[in-house]
Each structure stands twice: as C-alpha cells, then as structure tokens.
C-alpha cells in the first residue's frame, strides 16, 4: 500500500498494517488455512518493508544520528532474527504444533521492533534530519517496496551497496513464485 507521506509516516502505516494482519491472524481459526494465508501476508508486508528500510532508512541513521551506526547495527539484527523466524515458518502448516509458537514468537520480535523504532528511533529521525530529507526517504521506501522481496531471504545481504543490488532481482523471482503459486492473494 502506498501511503504518501514522509519516511517515519510511512513506516509508521506500514507497522499499523503489520498489526492489523496479527489481529486478524488472531481471529482466524487454529489450524486454519485462513491462518497461512494471513501469514503469508504478514511474511509479504513485513520482508517488503525491512528489505526498504535497509536500502534506505538505515543509511541515512548512519549518516545523520549521532551513534547512528550502533543504532542501524542493532535495526538490522531485529530483522535478520524476524527473517530467520519467516523462514522457519516456511515449513510449518497451520496445524503443525510448532505453528502457533513460532508466530507467537515472530509478533513478539516484530512489536518490540517496533515499539523501539516508534519510540526510540523516529523522535531522532524527527529532530535530527530535515524534513525534505524526510520526505525524500518516504519516496524512496515507497519505490524499494514495489520491487522488493516477497519471502525471507535471511542470508542475503543487508547493507550497500549489496542489498540494493540484489533486492530487485530476489523480488521478481518472489513475485514470479507469488504468481504461479497464488501466493499473496
């Protein structure tokens, strides 16, 4: 979804995204397909949206936060754990006993990502850099999330310049997967 709006609000809509997915997952019934469908959406909207902050975001808290590196560092490690988890998911069904624990623990890694990117991260971001920076930060996450990956890829880089080269190509192969599997609809 394409919300128009600077990097923070972007992201910001996208974690609102990200918890409406788990409340309907919640509402779905165990073992459900229903349930590995939303998962499937939940794997979609979150690797498209950690792929974007890592061409994008991140660079730009190394360049312009003080520690920003440390800072980019830790985000990074939050993803690399919750892209592990995506793909451990992979090979669970709904009603595999495994299923609702893992999800249990991918919504416990996402909201406290979260939680430290809304509270600690954004109010830097905010008074730090200038809003037009902002804002351009916002286009740029907009476009990386059209061509981004669909499915964890937790051994593919996550830093430049490597990631944004192979970002694009892994996101066509997921859509072309997507596509012929039904995946995401």
């Given at each position: 979804?394409?919300?128009?709006?600077?990097?923070?609000?972007?992201?910001?809509?996208?974690?609102?995204?990200?918890?409406?997915?788990?409340?309907?997952?919640?509402?779905?019934?165990?073992?459900?397909?229903?349930?590995?469908?939303?998962?499937?959406?939940?794997?979609?909207?979150?690797?498209?949206?950690?792929?974007?902050?890592?061409?994008?975001?991140?660079?730009?808290?190394?360049?312009?936060?003080?520690?920003?590196?440390?800072?980019?560092?830790?985000?990074?490690?939050?993803?690399?754990?919750?892209?592990?988890?995506?793909?451990?998911?992979?090979?669970?069904?709904?009603?595999?006993?495994?299923?609702?624990?893992?999800?249990?623990?991918?919504?416990?890694?996402?909201?406290?990502?979260?939680?430290?990117e809304e509270n600690q991260l954004f109010p830097q971001l905010r008074d730090g850099v200038?809003?037009?920076?902002?804002?351009?930060?916002?286009?740029?996450?907009?476009?990386?999330?059209?061509?981004?990956?669909?499915?964890a890829h937790p051994m593919a880089p996550s830093t430049p310049p490597a990631n944004k080269?192979?970002?694009?190509?892994?996101?066509?192969?997921?859509?072309?997967?997507?596509?012929?599997?039904?995946?995401?609809?």
């Open positions: 979804m394409e919300h128009g709006e600077d990097v923070i609000a972007e992201l910001t809509a996208d974690h609102r995204e990200v918890d409406d997915l788990f409340e309907q997952f919640d509402n779905a019934a165990p073992g459900s397909s229903a349930r590995k469908r939303l998962l499937d959406a939940l794997t979609i909207e979150l690797v498209r949206h950690s792929v974007a902050e890592e061409e994008h975001l991140y660079p730009a808290v190394r360049d312009h936060l003080e520690n920003g590196g440390m800072l980019a560092d830790k985000e990074i490690a939050d993803h690399l754990r919750v892209e592990q988890l995506l793909k451990e998911l992979e090979r669970h069904e709904p009603d595999d006993t495994d299923f609702d624990r893992l999800v249990r623990e991918l919504r416990t890694e996402v909201t406290a990502h979260v939680e430290d200038h809003p037009y920076v902002l804002e351009s930060l916002g286009r740029k996450v907009r476009e990386a999330k059209k061509t981004a990956p669909t499915r080269l192979l970002a694009p190509g892994l996101g066509l192969v997921d859509r072309v997967r997507d596509y012929v599997t039904g995946r995401g609809r």
